[in-house]
């Protein structure tokens, strides 16, 4: 599925990229990161191949991420239409100022502001809660949210690094008052990070919540880099978080990844990629690049379809532990079927039915 094969954000009628566009590295404010030029270079190859979601936040490299994208494509008004930018609010660019960050309406719409003021835009197409904020009421966000989007500044919002139960809350409240409602979810998401299946994707799933994975390489580790063959030779560039990963478990992952890749000719990190774009739910995967070579490296992941007979291989070597209930809702098709077949599912009589022809008590 090549860059300009759209997809619709969840339940929305917003077209994207299914490769959207991380800006996280924009800038070199922190030490790291990419130049001004760089930046510039990768947004263009990535729009050049059809690609129209970029993703960004009001504190990436001290906000000047922002800064980068308006400077580039938000003074050029038909540039700047073609794209489906994303930012976020609710970090805190200004220390000792309690209402610098957070999800209060003074805090989210002054940051909104400052946001469409970097990017040279007076609107913004996706607003993200980058995380909730434990001390205001979901309704005040919501309800600011919705101002936002009344006053045309914001076209859609969504939702980053929050609870299940916090998302339903929320998009109830708004669905009950007539608000906007939550239309995306941005949460990590990799072969090496599968937790969210236990809530947040079945949430996403049933609520029509379109998923944008973050860090779907686990921060590089299932970039191709690191292997078997040459452990502790890399130093990592995230040193500790990457280190922490490479172990027995995840070069038997790599194994498999190197295999299937070179099934397909193609790359690690695509076949990786492949694997995120797969699962239920996922609208489109957030890709980083610091480099404009990374770039072009991770966006062979379009042209990867992966075999039900792959997709089960991998599956298979990182299928998480989930906690409750997820331990009951696997015995419940037998315990609720006893012994039939509903929606395709077969469930097995439990120990506890009754012998046929028996009563219970």
Same mark, same amino acid.
């Given at each position: 599925? $090549?860059?300009?094969?759209?997809?619709?954000?969840?339940?929305?009628?917003?077209?994207?990229?299914?490769?959207?566009?991380?800006?996280?590295?924009?800038?070199?404010?922190?030490?790291? /990161?990419?130049?001004?030029?760089?930046?510039?270079?990768?947004?263009?190859?990535?729009?050049?191949?059809?690609?129209?979601?970029?993703?960004?936040?009001?504190?990436?490299?001290?906000? !000047?991420?922002?800064?980068?994208?308006?400077?580039?494509?938000?003074?050029?008004?038909?540039?700047?239409?073609?794209?489906?930018?994303?930012?976020?609010?609710?970090?805190?660019?200004? *220390?000792?100022?309690?209402?610098?960050? /957070?999800? /209060?309406?003074?805090?989210?719409?002054?940051?909104?502001?400052?946001?469409?003021?970097?990017?040279?835009?007076?609107?913004?197409?996706?607003?993200?809660?980058?995380?909730?904020?434990?001390?205001?009421?979901?309704?005040?966000?919501?309800?600011?949210?919705?101002?936002?989007?009344?006053?045309?500044?914001?076209?859609?919002?969504?939702?980053?690094?929050?609870?299940?139960?916090?998302?339903?809350?929320?998009?109830?409240?708004?669905?009950?008052?007539?608000?906007?409602?939550?239309?995306?979810?941005?949460?990590?998401?990799?072969?090496?990070?599968?937790?969210?299946?236990?809530?947040?994707?079945?949430?996403?799933?049933?609520?029509? %919540?379109?998923?944008?994975?973050?860090? *779907?390489?686990?921060?590089?580790?299932?970039?191709?880099?690191?292997?078997?063959?040459?452990?502790?030779? !890399?130093?990592?560039?995230?040193?500790?978080?990457?280190?922490?990963? %490479?172990?027995?478990?995840?070069?038997?992952?790599?194994?498999?990844?190197?295999?299937?890749?070179?099934? !397909?000719?193609?790359?690690?990190?695509?076949?990786?990629?492949?694997?995120?774009?797969?699962? $239920?739910?996922?609208?489109?995967?957030?890709?980083?690049?610091?480099? %404009?070579?990374?770039?072009?490296?991770?966006?062979?992941?379009?042209?990867?379809?992966?075999?039900?007979?792959?997709?089960?291989?991998?599956?298979?070597?990182?299928?998480?532990?989930?906690?409750? $209930?997820?331990?009951?809702?696997?015995?419940?098709?037998?315990?609720?079927?006893?012994?039939?077949?509903?929606? /395709?599912?077969?469930?097995? $009589?439990?120990?506890?039915?009754? *012998?046929?022809?028996?009563?219970?008590?």
């Amino acid at each position: 599925m $090549p860059l300009d094969q759209y997809v619709t954000l969840g339940r929305s009628g917003l077209r994207v990229s299914p490769l959207c566009l991380g800006a996280m590295t924009f800038g070199e404010d922190l030490g790291w /990161g990419t130049s001004v030029e760089e930046s510039q270079q990768i947004i263009d190859r990535y729009t050049e191949l059809g690609g129209n979601f970029i993703d960004t936040a009001n504190f990436y490299t001290r906000s !000047h991420s922002e800064k980068i994208i308006g400077d580039h494509v938000g003074r050029h008004a038909a540039r700047r239409d073609r794209l489906v930018i994303a930012t976020k609010f609710s970090g805190n660019l200004y *220390p000792g100022d309690p209402n610098g960050g /957070g999800a /209060g309406r003074k805090s989210l719409i002054n940051a909104c502001e400052n946001s469409l003021r970097r990017l040279q835009t007076d609107y913004i197409d996706l607003y993200w809660l980058h995380m909730w904020d434990v001390n205001t009421p979901i309704e005040e966000t919501m309800g600011a949210l919705d101002d936002l989007v009344a006053a045309g500044k914001v076209r859609y919002i969504g939702v980053s690094d929050t609870p299940a139960w916090k998302i339903v809350e929320a998009n109830l409240i708004a669905k009950f008052r007539g608000w906007s409602s939550f239309i995306g979810l941005q949460v990590e998401y990799s072969l090496l990070e599968r937790t969210i299946e236990q809530e947040l994707v079945p949430m996403a799933g049933e609520f029509g %919540l379109g998923i944008t994975p973050w860090s *779907p390489l686990k921060g590089g580790v299932l970039s191709g880099k690191y292997t078997r063959q040459n452990a502790g030779q !890399h130093n990592a560039d995230r040193g500790a978080m990457v280190g922490a990963f %490479l172990n027995d478990k995840t070069y038997a992952l790599i194994d498999e990844l190197e295999a299937i890749a070179q099934a !397909h000719e193609t790359n690690v990190a695509s076949v990786a990629l492949a694997w995120v774009g797969a699962q $239920p739910a996922v609208s489109s995967i957030i890709i980083g690049a610091r480099r %404009l070579s990374q770039l072009d490296d991770n966006v062979r992941a379009v042209d990867v379809d992966l075999t039900d007979d792959e997709l089960t291989r991998l599956t298979k070597l990182t299928k998480p532990r989930l906690g409750f $209930p997820q331990g009951m809702m696997d015995m419940a098709p037998g315990i609720i079927q006893g012994g039939t077949t509903v929606n /395709g599912v077969y469930g097995a $009589p439990s120990e506890y039915v009754m *012998p046929e022809g028996g009563q219970p008590y």
